[in-house]
């Protein structure tokens, strides 16, 4: 009996020199936290303790009920006695019965999904939460790369154990995520990289370490570890597109006081927002104010510069709580290198503002949004805006000023002026609408002049199947015209107020600039074209970097200063001769010539030099030899003057593109060469020169102009064509189609009606 007696002393004599250590930890959170040392160290330990070895569960089991209980240690057995009696510190709950309640409260609004029952006060993660992170977390730990060389089996037993551990070990305290400010907001949604917030949560995660390596027996460098993984397990998991493991990946990181790197914070910002997005994330409790996505980005914040990511989540946070104004705060802090922001961090706000009719703050955020560099607008977004105005009856002739309006030098501030300045600022960004953004302007605008949207007279269904007939329909009440309208193409006349739209061509700047890009475009392309060639290893010609763009200059020179007749319609002939058969058929470019001289056009025909000549390569390995009926036409345009050869690896597009903007001055000789509607030769009305071609310039537009000014171009000069149908294989007896270029601009514009009122029209993409 003796020897067991004296065994038990000092199992007793062994545990209460680790109770004193876990009590100078619980202390330290005591001092910091202003709470009892006990209630701290009872809070800590929450009925675990480091030398409970409990296997992963994965079952939907309760733990057991608080009792002592003797059990063996896997790791750390020179300072632990096999079969010890352990008395859990739960039988100390009841003299400060408040801290357990506020600890798992503490939990399980940062980042635990419990569901209020016993089971979620000391387990993390729903049954179908936990048995995802395992898989993943077992996964990853199975992962030869995961563990270095350094590793020692001890390390990685004691941070595989803790991983697979679906039990707490202790409370996560940390108040910075819900501390308040002053003014009532959470901290860190009013405050960001600010020493003294960056300072106290060091310290909390500090105290929250030293607790989490005494009570789980981890050492700091098997945390540090364990910190690793989880950042492996972040990168699996963002590969995957699986992000349900991240929410308990990231209670890990809290428990463990962890302070990990801001490419892991990165990428848990990423997987956690994405589970978002996809509705993955179990819905929030009432008592919960804060989103796992938001409390990284917060955590981001308060440890590192911004980003521009951490603010958006934070906004959209702010948002979704209905404090537009505290998130237009948090635009203060958007990083100066990401120009000012992009819209996905204004558009939230706009919208609320919007929403609550705080038209003021939303007509100032607007105006902040246009200056910053970072963000483009859209048609919704105009959309958004005006609708909002005009629903509050703020477009009308009577309506009192907006507030602050004009201080952002919006003046008059309100009125069908207001509108105008608006529109006009839409229209240098949008070039057209959706139906649905024009059935939101109708409804707006309507309910804005006080007008019932039910009215037989007014209701009226923007959709594509509307007919002709909405140009009969009754003009609507009062000084009002928002309706549906279908303009003649030919005269291009506004059927409701008797307005001609206008042909909106590009000016002498714009089209310098057109120039200047595609010499630019062409150096580029060659450049791009001789690196294919050696990568296939073939010769490649030397030449110097600005040899396509000399070639381009040459090109211009020319069409500006050769006498002659002016050329007013310009062929893509490579595009004409490979049109419907694979292969070049000079018949079809003959077929365009005669067609466009008998409407009295001068024609040059652009077309690559190598299409030229009598034998030529049209894919690899294929040649092709041009018949004597096409070489004899191919002489023909030569000698008449009317080709123009474009060297071997230059791009022939941007040849029959500048041409379109060449002066011609040398053979104009100031004469207008444009054509005026209703000609007595009964030629296209519109700008020369015209240029044949159905390409899509589709690997143009976007360098080549903005969209407004790429539209400008296309529907002043485009004509596209097409040919009959062939008939019994006679390819030669087909005639051309062309459909000739718009004689108005199909984008946002204003034009006057004859009794001088000013009237916009906005073409809808769905009404073609």
């Known amino acids: 009996m003796m020897p067991r007696r004296q065994r038990v002393d000092v199992q007793v004599q062994v545990h209460a020199v680790h109770l004193t250590g876990a009590m100078l930890s619980a202390m330290m959170l005591a001092g910091l936290h202003q709470i009892g040392p006990t ?14 070895n409990i296997p992963a569960q994965l079952g939907t089991g309760s733990p057991p009920p608080p009792r002592a209980r003797c059990c063996q240690s896997t790791h750390r057995t020179n300072d632990s006695i096999p079969g010890q009696i352990i008395v859990p510190l739960g039988l100390f709950a009841t003299e400060e019965p408040h801290f357990a309640a506020r600890a798992s409260r503490a939990n399980d609004d940062h980042g635990s999904s419990g569901h209020g029952n016993a089971k979620s006060l000391h387990w993390i993660g729903s049954d179908e939460e936990w048995k995802e992170y395992y898989e993943t977390a077992d996964s990853v730990l199975s992962q030869a790369k995961t563990f270095g060389k350094k590793d020692t089996e001890e390390d990685k037993l004691a941070v595989r154990e ?46 929250q370490k030293l607790l989490f390596c005494e009570v789980s027996g981890l050492s700091s460098a098997q945390q540090k570890l364990a910190l690793r993984v989880l950042g492996y397990i972040g990168n699996y998991c963002a590969k995957k597109r699986s992000c349900v493991p991240l929410r308990l990946g990231w209670y890990k990181l809290k428990e463990m006081g962890a302070s990990p790197r801001e490419n892991v914070l990165s990428t848990y910002l990423y997987g956690l927002a994405l589970a978002e997005e996809k509705m993955q994330e179990i819905p929030m409790r009432k008592e919960v104010s804060i989103s796992l996505p938001e409390e990284v980005a917060a955590f981001h914040d308060s440890l590192f510069q911004p980003t521009e990511k951490t603010l958006t989540l934070r906004i959209k946070a702010l948002v979704q709580k209905g404090d537009a104004r505290g998130a237009e705060r948090l635009l203060e802090m958007m990083p100066s290198n990401k120009d000012g922001g992009k819209l996905r961090s204004y558009l939230p706000i706009l919208e609320l503002y919007c929403e609550k009719g705080a038209i003021g703050s939303a007509l100032g955020l607007y105006k902040r949004m246009r200056r910053a560099s970072g963000v483009h607008f859209n048609a919704e977004n105009y959309s958004l805006l005006i609708s909002a105005i005009a629903e509050r009856g703020y477009f009308m002739d009577n309506s009192p000023p907006i507030d602050g309006a004009a201080d952002i030098g919006y003046y008059p501030a309100m009125g069908p002026q207001l509108l105008s300045t608006l529109v006009e600022e839409m229209a240098d960004d949008v070039l057209e609408i959706t139906a649905s953004c024009a059935s939101r302007m109708r409804s707006a605008f309507i309910k804005g002049f006080g007008l019932d949207l039910d009215d037989e007279n007014i209701k009226e269904e923007f959709t594509e199947d509307a007919s002709a007939r909405t140009n009969e329909m009754p003009p609507l009440p009062g000084d ?57 290893n073939q010769i490649v010609e030397k030449n110097d970097e600005d040899y396509a763009a000399k070639q381009l200059r040459n090109f211009a ?68 030899e041009l018949s004597d ?91 596209k064509y097409d040919f009959t149908e062939v008939i019994d294989e006679k390819w030669d007896e087909r005639e051309v189609i062309f459909s000739t270029a718009e004689h108005f601009s199909r984008e946002i514009q204003e034009n006057f009606c004859p009794d001088g009122v000013m009237v916009w029209h906005f073409p809808v993409s769905e009404w073609n």
């Open 480 to 536: 009002l015209v928002v309706d549906r309208v279908f303009v003649d193409d030919k005269t291009a006349l506004c059927p409701r107020t008797n307005a001609t739209l206008r042909l909106i061509a590009l000016d002498k700047a714009q089209r310098s600039q057109l120039h200047d890009t595609l010499e630019e475009m062409a150096n580029s392309q060659y450049a791009e074209y001789d690196e294919k060639l050696k990568q296939r």
């Open 162 to 207: 803790y991983l697979l551990r679906r039990e707490r070990i202790v409370p996560i305290h940390l108040p910075t995520l819900i501390s308040k400010a002053p003014d009532g907001e959470p901290l860190l949604e009013t405050a960001a990289n600010n020493d003294a917030v960056g300072s106290s949560l060091h310290s909390e995660l500090e105290a």
């Open 557 to 624: 020179e020319w069409i500006d200063g050769r006498d002659g007749e002016p050329f007013t319609a310009i062929v893509d002939g490579a595009n004409v001769a490979f049109f419907g058969r694979g292969v070049v058929d000079y018949h079809h470019v003959k077929t365009v010539v005669d067609a466009l001289e008998d409407m009295n056009e001068k024609v040059l025909v652009v077309m690559p030099q190598k299409y030229l000549q009598r034998k030529f390569y049209i894919r690899k390995g294929n040649v092709q």
């Open 39 to 52: 209630a701290a160290f009872m809070g800590c330990h929450n009925l675990d303790h480091r030398r409970r």
């Open 629 to 719: 009926r096409d070489w004899g036409i191919v002489e023909e345009l030569v000698e008449g003057g009317k080709v123009f050869s474009v060297k071997k690896r230059c791009l022939d597009d941007y040849y029959w593109m500048l041409a379109s903007v060449s002066d011609q001055t040398a053979a104009r000789k100031g004469v207008e060469i444009d054509v005026p509607p209703n000609n007595h030769e009964g030629r296209w009305p519109g700008l020369r020169p015209i240029i044949i071609s159905n390409d899509q310039m589709r690997d143009h537009k976007l360098e080549l102009l903005q969209p407004r000014l790429f539209r400008r171009w296309v529907s002043s000069f485009i004509i």
